[in-house]
């Protein structure tokens, strides 16, 4: 049988010029695999937390504590398990750290080391890591890109309050003309606020930089930056925010610093349904905080069925904070970051948790990001219908659409899901 022969780790830098933690998984047959954790801005408080070593270095983020951990305590661990027995890798995994939240080896550590032994039993079975997740299905299809035009929030020095203006192609009927649509659209925007005076670089995850007076300004420049591309709002391509609520507000009282207002639960989901009714949106994530579930079920009724209410820090990819917002009628889509689980078999019981309760998936990257793009074969090979890395700006980025690229090509056909499977398209 072939086992894990070796597990070794390595402080490498992420998009923001953090430390991070990579982790290769060398095989007795020769074979290996590589991963890399990302790391967020935004975090929900349910997330596997990152072990950080604190101190004077690079602002107490370094990561020599998780580092040693992978070739430590979890080389040790592993050796001589079966890498295609992924849940009982990420089970030995868990039981060595102890903690509910990772803390003690860390989060970043484990989905770094998680992600690794996907790569190196696919790379033994001499596949492709999402031809090895999704077996002999038949009816794999490339995601629907989700792509930030706007970057704000905690990604943008607060610039605006709310995180991701992005659109998707919803009128594209394949992954290379998705892609084609939003580079349109994203140089549109690009030239748009160059015009007006506003281009100021781009923030975190490469979308422009919100240099807008007011929340909903950003929104009117992604319609114009749509139709400036030549595209019908709404009908080709639509509007997909984060509110990433959390991050300014608890106890049901958010402070909308951009536009000086601060606001209960009922008047933000006011004035988000308010928006949903002007501008032609199809998916908002976390439009209320990960504290504020009645509000939540409220706005998610409030706004129907054909819009895709997504949950962030609200459900932090655990199948169990998904299991009770489904009970609680919150929220219809799980937005699905390995990260916030901190192994693979946890992100997958969270999708198979979310296609239980009939909602909708999207697999996520992080705002720290680096040149790895498991997260697009989890997507392609869990088949999971939209995927989110982000602007289409900044190689970090980049690598996941291109990854895309190639494994439609692999594919032989990079066909999207159909219209009709999304909540908009009927
Ligand atoms: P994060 O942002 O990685 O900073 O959490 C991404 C998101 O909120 O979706
Ligand atoms: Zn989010």
Redesign the pocket.
């Given at each position: 049988m072939t086992e894990i022969a070796n597990v070794r780790g390595r402080r490498v830098w992420d998009s923001r010029g953090r430390p991070t933690v990579e982790a290769e998984v060398q095989l007795s047959d020769g074979t290996m695999g590589r991963a890399i954790a990302p790391a967020g801005a935004?975090t929900g408080s349910g997330e596997a937390q990152d072990k950080r070593d604190g101190g004077d270095a690079f602002g107490g983020l370094d990561v020599q504590d998780a580092v040693a951990s992978v070739n430590g305590e979890i080389s040790g661990a592993l050796r001589g398990c079966d890498p295609r027995d992924q849940a009982a890798a990420d089970r030995l995994m868990i039981d060595l750290d102890g903690t509910p939240d990772k803390g003690r080896l860390g989060g970043n550590a484990l989905v770094a080391t998680s992600m690794a032994v996907a790569h190196a039993a696919a790379a033994s079975a001499g596949l492709p890591l999402w031809k090895y997740l999704g077996g002999d299905r038949t009816d794999i299809a490339l995601p629907l890109p989700e792509v930030q035009i706007f970057g704000g929030g905690a990604h943008a020095g607060r610039r605006v309050d709310i995180?991701?203006f992005m659109v998707i192609a919803t009128g594209a009927e394949t992954y290379t003309q998705a892609l084609d649509w939003t580079a349109e659209v994203y140089r549109a925007a690009g030239v748009l606020m160059q015009d007006a005076g506003l281009m100021q670089g781009v923030a975190d995850e490469g979308g422009f930089w919100p240099a807008f007076d007011t929340n909903e300004l950003a929104l009117d420049y992604l319609v114009r930056a749509i139709e400036r591309a030549g595209f019908t709002p709404g009908d080709e391509m639509a509007i997909s925010l984060?509110i990433?609520a959390t991050d300014f507000g608890s106890g049901g009282r958010y402070r909308l610093a951009t536009d000086a207002r601060d606001v209960d639960s009922d008047a933000l989901s006011e004035m988000l349904l308010g928006w949903l009714d002007r501008y032609p949106i199809v998916a908002i994530?976390?439009p209320l905080g990960e504290d504020d579930p009645a509000a939540m079920a409220r706005f998610t009724a409030a706004a129907g069925p054909n819009v895709e209410i997504v949950a962030?820090?609200f459900i932090c990819t655990s199948a169990h904070l998904i299991e009770a917002a489904h009970a609680g009628n919150a929220c219809n889509t799980a937005?699905i970051k390995p990260n916030q689980a901190g192994t693979l078999t946890e992100a997958k019981a969270a999708l198979d948790a979310a296609r239980v309760s009939g909602w909708d998936a999207i697999v996520s990257a992080r705002s720290g990001e680096t040149e790895d793009v498991t997260i697009v074969h989890l997507a392609v090979g869990w088949g999971v219908k939209q995927l989110k890395v982000g602007s289409f700006a900044r190689s970090e980025r980049m690598a996941k659409w291109n990854e895309g690229l190639r494994i439609g090509e692999a594919l032989g056909d990079d066909r999207l899901p159909p219209r009709q499977s999304f909540p908009w398209g009927d």
């Open positions: 935004s995180q991701d984060d990433a994530e976390d962030d820090d937005l």
